[in-house]
């Protein structure tokens, strides 16, 4: 599928672009005496004709027929907002200066914030410019802007309160937790960067995602590229406090990132569409993904199918739950006007609208404590293995060609392998736990549940025969176990008498 256009893209929110399904005609005088406030009149109803075309024909939420009673295109997306929050409507002035804010450089105070309660929600700082020389930081509410209080202004109307003249000052009143703080700041130029890294000790590769632009894709790769060269062998993906960004940024990184295809499904009113990938899957690393609450839209959408995928163990909190899209249309006059025409579901089906967000596979409010967790969980799959080599009755195993000793030794019963549950399961990099009898096995992403009494397991509600074998407390499983629930092949050779587990790599 094309790329969309770069133009049409709504700052914290999915845009797509749609081809326009039909053309607009200006309106032509039959005397060229007209006046000029009958073309006046004649633009305005055009847009009006227009939006109300867009609005019923687009829309994802059902309208009822007060929008045909609109008398302009203002009041029809005041209508519109009733049932959809994230309806706007842009005057030819505001759209304009939009449509300049989506690329090249820009004058500002560097902020990325979602808009709500009454106030402007800080989710992070572009480095370097005014907003962060000042001391605003991610988690900060601003409540006034040049005296005027954010309650009363439009989303519109506090876009253009922080952008301005280069020099300009902006007087600021926030909130940080119970404390109030006023600031003076000054407008500069700043250049967006949606892409930050570094390398960490043991070999650790570190990215943030501040936002999704067309660029982001793009910059990852360079990331990865140059923290390969630096000999990362895992690397963390932080998408805390990102608001989202485009589409195309989105389906880009998950393409990088995972196998996953389609990337997106789009669910319209009446039909389904489907994004499919952009890039091929280079990054093949251990990963771990971290989100928080402020983790909305396009990194929810990335994060939820990364977690499909099980090419990543989430970690952090819920996420925001934004999981709708918007597109821009641009009128006859030069105004804009923006509305909710589809939801998007992951690979997996996850409704990130209906079900307010991503659920982490390990929940950890604390933000120190979350990247410490994630280093952990890095540390832990780089030193797992995807190859044991077993020879009967001996506890030595080889582990990726480094030899491990095990407390037990593997055995054959009537044609039967039967491997060490708890150890095996180690090596590769999963946990277990018992609980009234039942064995609970986790790589932090899957769960499998095993009865040994019963001699089954059950894995997404699918249950299955295994071979099970206690002996002196230690428990045993045979090959299908590790054929059907852990995805590996196992190897008899005859000739040394030796049984190869291998696990399926992770993409």
């Given at each position: 599928m094309k790329k969309l256009n770069k133009l049409n893209k709504l700052f914290l929110v999915f845009c797509l672009s749609l081809m326009l399904l039909f053309s607009v005609v200006p309106v032509l005088a039959a005397d060229e005496t007209i006046k000029e406030e009958s073309a006046v009149e004649g633009i305005v109803q055009n847009d009006l004709f227009n939006a109300i075309f867009y609005v019923s024909y687009y829309s994802l939420f059902d309208l009822d027929g007060s929008i045909y009673d609109c008398e302009d295109v203002e009041s029809l997306m005041a209508a519109v907002a009733e049932v959809d929050q994230w309806a706007r409507y842009y005057s030819p002035e505001s759209y304009k200066t939009y449509i300049e804010s989506l690329e090249g450089e820009k004058i500002g105070i560097g902020i990325y914030y979602l808009l709500e309660d009454g106030s402007v929600n800080v989710s992070s700082l572009v480095k370097g410019a005014a907003a962060e020389k000042a001391g605003v930081l991610a988690g900060d509410k601003i409540?006034?802007?040049?005296?005027?209080k954010i309650a009363d202004m439009t989303d519109i109307e506090v876009t253009a309160a922080f952008a301005g003249e280069e020099g300009t000052e902006v007087n600021i009143t926030l909130l940080r937790g119970e404390q109030e703080l006023a600031l003076t700041l000054v407008r500069a130029k700043f250049t967006l960067q949606s892409v930050f890294y570094e390398v960490w000790e043991d070999n650790v590769g570190y990215v943030r995602i501040e936002h999704f632009t067309e660029q982001t894709g793009d910059e990852l790769m360079f990331a990865y590229f140059d923290m390969m060269a630096q000999g990362i062998e895992g690397m963390i993906l932080d998408l805390r406090f990102c608001p989202g960004g485009t589409m195309n940024g989105a389906v880009d990184v998950i393409s990088l990132l995972c196998d996953a295809d389609p990337a997106i499904i789009l669910e319209y009113k009446d039909a389904f569409s489907t994004y499919d990938r952009s890039l091929s899957n280079m990054i093949k690393l251990p990963l771990v993904t971290l989100v928080n609450e402020t983790s909305a839209s396009a990194s929810e959408l990335v994060a939820g199918t990364l977690q499909d995928c099980s090419r990543s163990i989430i970690i952090g909190t819920q996420t925001y739950g934004k999981g709708v899209m918007q597109n821009v249309f641009s009128l006859p006059s030069g105004a804009g006007m923006a509305f909710t025409t589809a939801k998007y579901r992951t690979v997996g089906w996850q409704d990130v609208h209906e079900q307010n967000g991503i659920f982490p596979n390990i929940h950890i409010s604390d933000y120190d404590a979350q990247t410490e967790k994630a280093i952990e969980i890095l540390k832990l799959q780089q030193k797992v293995s995807n190859t044991l080599v077993f020879d009967y009755g001996s506890r030595e195993v080889l582990c990726d060609n480094a030899v491990r000793s095990f407390n037990n030794a593997p055995?054959?019963?009537?044609?039967?392998?039967?491997?060490?549950?708890?150890?095996?399961?180690?090596?590769?990099?999963?946990?277990?736990?018992?609980?009234?009898?039942?064995?609970?096995?986790?790589?932090?992403?899957?769960?499998?549940?095993?009865?040994?009494?019963?001699?089954?397991?059950?894995?997404?509600k699918l249950t299955k025969a295994v071979d099970c074998s206690v002996v002196d407390g230690v428990v045993y499983v045979g090959t299908s176990f590790w054929r059907d629930f852990i995805d590996c092949t196992l190897i008899w050779d005859e000739c040394t008498g030796s049984l190869t587990l291998s696990k399926a790599s992770q993409q």
């Open positions: 409540i006034t802007v040049d005296g005027r055995f054959a019963y009537f044609g039967t392998s039967y491997l060490p549950l708890r150890e095996t399961l180690s090596a590769l990099g999963y946990e277990m736990f018992v609980q009234e009898g039942l064995i609970y096995i986790s790589d932090g992403m899957e769960r499998i549940i095993l009865d040994p009494e019963a001699s089954c397991a059950t894995e997404k």
